[in-house]
Protein backbone atom coordinates (compact mmCIF):
# COMPACT_ATOMS: atom_id res chain seq x y z
CA UNK A 1 0.00 0.00 0.00
CA UNK A 2 1.43 3.68 -0.74
CA UNK A 3 2.02 6.28 1.08
CA UNK A 4 -0.94 9.03 0.74
CA UNK A 5 0.28 12.22 0.92
CA UNK A 6 -2.13 15.36 1.31
CA UNK A 7 -1.00 18.78 1.61
CA UNK A 8 -1.33 20.90 4.23
CA UNK A 9 -0.62 25.01 4.16
CA UNK A 10 0.95 26.35 7.05
CA UNK A 11 1.29 30.00 8.49
CA UNK A 12 4.13 32.34 6.58
CA UNK A 13 7.17 31.51 7.93
CA UNK A 14 7.04 27.75 9.22
CA UNK A 15 7.13 26.30 5.49
CA UNK A 16 4.67 24.16 3.72
CA UNK A 17 4.72 21.05 3.90
CA UNK A 18 2.61 17.61 3.49
CA UNK A 19 0.89 15.45 5.78
CA UNK A 20 2.06 12.16 4.96
CA UNK A 21 -0.05 8.98 5.99
CA UNK A 22 2.04 5.82 5.58
CA UNK A 23 1.32 2.29 5.66
CA UNK A 24 2.58 0.39 8.57
CA UNK A 25 2.84 -2.77 6.50
CA UNK A 26 4.74 -1.38 3.99
CA UNK A 27 8.33 -1.42 2.93
CA UNK A 28 10.27 0.61 5.92
CA UNK A 29 12.05 3.90 4.33
CA UNK A 30 13.76 5.09 7.35
CA UNK A 31 10.43 5.31 9.20
CA UNK A 32 11.08 1.77 11.09
CA UNK A 33 13.72 1.12 14.17
CA UNK A 34 14.15 -1.01 17.18
CA UNK A 35 15.38 0.01 20.52
CA UNK A 36 16.85 -1.57 23.20
CA UNK A 37 17.35 -0.27 26.82
CA UNK A 38 18.22 -1.06 30.22
CA UNK A 39 17.02 1.39 33.51
CA UNK A 40 16.32 1.55 37.15
CA UNK A 41 13.82 2.00 39.77
CA UNK A 42 12.60 5.42 40.35
CA UNK A 43 10.59 6.04 43.37
CA UNK A 44 10.21 9.30 42.81
CA UNK A 45 6.99 10.07 41.67
CA UNK A 46 6.64 11.63 38.13
CA UNK A 47 4.86 14.84 38.62
CA UNK A 48 7.64 15.81 41.39
CA UNK A 49 10.00 15.07 38.32
CA UNK A 50 8.07 16.70 35.37
CA UNK A 51 5.41 18.98 36.98
CA UNK A 52 5.83 20.24 40.71
CA UNK A 53 9.85 19.96 40.91
CA UNK A 54 11.51 19.59 38.08
CA UNK A 55 13.51 16.95 39.84
CA UNK A 56 17.14 15.92 37.17
CA UNK A 57 17.85 12.22 37.53
CA UNK A 58 20.50 13.21 40.28
CA UNK A 59 17.55 14.26 42.13
CA UNK A 60 15.76 11.18 41.85
CA UNK A 61 15.02 8.23 44.39
CA UNK A 62 16.11 5.24 42.98
CA UNK A 63 15.09 1.39 44.20
CA UNK A 64 16.95 -1.50 43.99
CA UNK A 65 14.81 -2.90 40.40
CA UNK A 66 16.24 -2.60 37.07
CA UNK A 67 14.65 -3.12 33.36
CA UNK A 68 16.02 -4.45 30.63
CA UNK A 69 13.60 -4.47 27.27
CA UNK A 70 13.43 -3.16 23.68
CA UNK A 71 10.44 -1.94 21.47
CA UNK A 72 9.55 -1.86 17.69
CA UNK A 73 8.50 1.39 16.65
CA UNK A 74 7.06 2.71 12.92
CA UNK A 75 6.21 6.67 11.79
CA UNK A 76 2.59 6.31 10.35
CA UNK A 77 2.14 10.24 10.17
CA UNK A 78 4.37 12.36 9.82
CA UNK A 79 4.52 16.33 8.50
CA UNK A 80 7.27 17.26 6.93
CA UNK A 81 10.74 17.39 9.17
CA UNK A 82 8.70 18.88 11.96
CA UNK A 83 6.72 16.14 14.35
CA UNK A 84 5.75 12.56 13.40
CA UNK A 85 3.17 9.53 15.18
CA UNK A 86 4.58 6.43 15.44
CA UNK A 87 3.13 3.44 16.61
CA UNK A 88 5.49 0.65 19.07
CA UNK A 89 5.12 -2.75 20.58
CA UNK A 90 7.49 -3.48 23.22
CA UNK A 91 8.18 -5.86 25.92
CA UNK A 92 11.05 -6.05 28.38
CA UNK A 93 11.96 -7.79 32.41
CA UNK A 94 12.59 -6.49 35.59
CA UNK A 95 15.31 -8.14 37.67
CA UNK A 96 16.10 -7.48 41.48
CA UNK A 97 13.30 -6.58 43.75
CA UNK A 98 10.72 -6.49 41.02
CA UNK A 99 10.66 -9.72 38.85
CA UNK A 100 7.66 -9.82 36.40
CA UNK A 101 7.26 -9.00 32.66
CA UNK A 102 6.06 -6.49 30.77
CA UNK A 103 4.51 -5.67 27.34
CA UNK A 104 2.82 -3.15 25.70
CA UNK A 105 1.71 -0.94 22.94
CA UNK A 106 1.40 2.74 22.44
CA UNK A 107 1.04 6.04 20.18
CA UNK A 108 3.85 8.19 20.21
CA UNK A 109 3.26 11.70 19.18
CA UNK A 110 7.76 13.08 18.48
CA UNK A 111 8.78 16.36 17.74
CA UNK A 112 11.63 16.45 15.98
CA UNK A 113 12.79 20.18 14.99
CA UNK A 114 15.10 22.12 17.06
CA UNK A 115 17.46 24.98 16.41
CA UNK A 116 19.92 22.84 17.01
CA UNK A 117 19.30 20.05 14.81
CA UNK A 118 21.17 20.59 12.42
CA UNK A 119 24.40 19.87 14.74
CA UNK A 120 22.73 17.56 17.08
CA UNK A 121 19.69 15.87 16.08
CA UNK A 122 17.48 15.95 18.77
CA UNK A 123 13.68 14.94 19.44
CA UNK A 124 11.30 14.71 22.17
CA UNK A 125 8.32 12.13 22.48
CA UNK A 126 5.34 11.51 25.05
CA UNK A 127 3.02 8.24 24.55
CA UNK A 128 0.10 7.30 24.87
CA UNK A 129 -0.98 3.54 25.52
CA UNK A 130 -1.53 0.21 27.35
CA UNK A 131 0.89 -1.57 29.54
CA UNK A 132 0.09 -5.11 30.97
CA UNK A 133 2.66 -6.87 33.43
CA UNK A 134 2.69 -10.38 34.44
CA UNK A 135 1.80 -9.74 37.87
CA UNK A 136 1.46 -7.00 40.46
CA UNK A 137 4.11 -6.58 42.60
CA UNK A 138 4.07 -5.63 46.67
CA UNK A 139 5.71 -2.57 45.28
CA UNK A 140 2.71 -1.51 42.91
CA UNK A 141 0.56 -2.70 45.95
CA UNK A 142 2.01 -0.60 48.63
CA UNK A 143 1.92 2.46 45.94
CA UNK A 144 -1.44 2.02 45.23
CA UNK A 145 -3.39 0.56 48.31
CA UNK A 146 -6.67 1.23 46.82
CA UNK A 147 -6.70 -0.94 43.71
CA UNK A 148 -4.56 -3.02 41.54
CA UNK A 149 -4.33 -3.95 38.17
CA UNK A 150 -1.67 -6.01 35.68
CA UNK A 151 -3.02 -3.57 32.82
CA UNK A 152 -1.97 0.33 33.13
CA UNK A 153 -1.65 3.14 31.09
CA UNK A 154 1.62 3.39 29.49
CA UNK A 155 2.84 6.79 29.58
CA UNK A 156 6.63 7.06 28.78
CA UNK A 157 8.00 10.87 27.49
CA UNK A 158 12.08 10.59 26.08
CA UNK A 159 14.09 12.35 24.26
CA UNK A 160 16.85 10.99 21.10
CA UNK A 161 19.91 12.85 20.69
CA UNK A 162 21.78 11.69 17.84
CA UNK A 163 24.62 12.43 14.57
CA UNK A 164 23.35 14.28 11.76
CA UNK A 165 26.30 12.44 9.73
CA UNK A 166 24.12 8.74 11.23
CA UNK A 167 20.59 9.37 11.14
CA UNK A 168 20.25 5.95 11.43
CA UNK A 169 21.24 5.45 15.35
CA UNK A 170 19.88 7.89 18.00
CA UNK A 171 20.82 7.81 21.68
CA UNK A 172 17.48 7.85 23.89
CA UNK A 173 16.68 8.10 27.52
CA UNK A 174 12.81 7.54 28.16
CA UNK A 175 11.06 7.60 31.42
CA UNK A 176 9.43 4.04 31.43
CA UNK A 177 6.05 4.66 33.56
CA UNK A 178 2.73 2.73 33.96
CA UNK A 179 0.04 3.96 36.30
CA UNK A 180 -3.57 4.30 36.61
CA UNK A 181 -3.32 8.26 36.40
CA UNK A 182 -5.09 10.37 39.31
CA UNK A 183 -8.32 9.07 37.79
CA UNK A 184 -7.77 5.82 38.84
CA UNK A 185 -9.39 4.39 35.93
CA UNK A 186 -7.83 0.75 35.90
CA UNK A 187 -9.29 -1.12 38.94
CA UNK A 188 -8.46 2.11 41.62
CA UNK A 189 -5.18 1.96 40.72
CA UNK A 190 -3.22 5.11 40.61
CA UNK A 191 0.63 4.35 40.83
CA UNK A 192 3.14 1.71 39.45
CA UNK A 193 6.37 0.90 38.89
CA UNK A 194 8.56 3.33 37.03
CA UNK A 195 11.89 3.04 35.52
CA UNK A 196 15.01 5.78 34.44
CA UNK A 197 16.18 4.29 30.93
CA UNK A 198 18.69 5.06 28.38
CA UNK A 199 18.86 2.85 25.30
CA UNK A 200 19.79 3.06 21.75
CA UNK A 201 17.39 2.94 18.59
CA UNK A 202 18.65 2.10 15.11
CA UNK A 203 16.68 3.26 12.32
CA UNK A 204 15.89 1.62 8.46
Known amino acids: MAS ?22 GPCAMDCAVT ?22 TSWRYGDSG ?15 LW ?3 TEVGAAKRFGALDEFEAWTALYFRWKSFPWSDVVRTSVAIST ?8 PRYEVQKSPGGQSQLLHYLSPEVTFGSVKHPDV ?3 FRFHHRSGGELAVFDNTSG ?12 W
Open 170 to 172: DLV
Open 36 to 57: GFVGALVKSSMSSIYVTKGLPP
Open 129 to 136: GLNWASDV
Open 4 to 25: VGVAVVVPQGVGAYELEYRSPF
Open 67 to 81: IVGGAFSREVVTYGP
Open 84 to 86: AIE
Open 192 to 203: GAQYGTVGLRFR
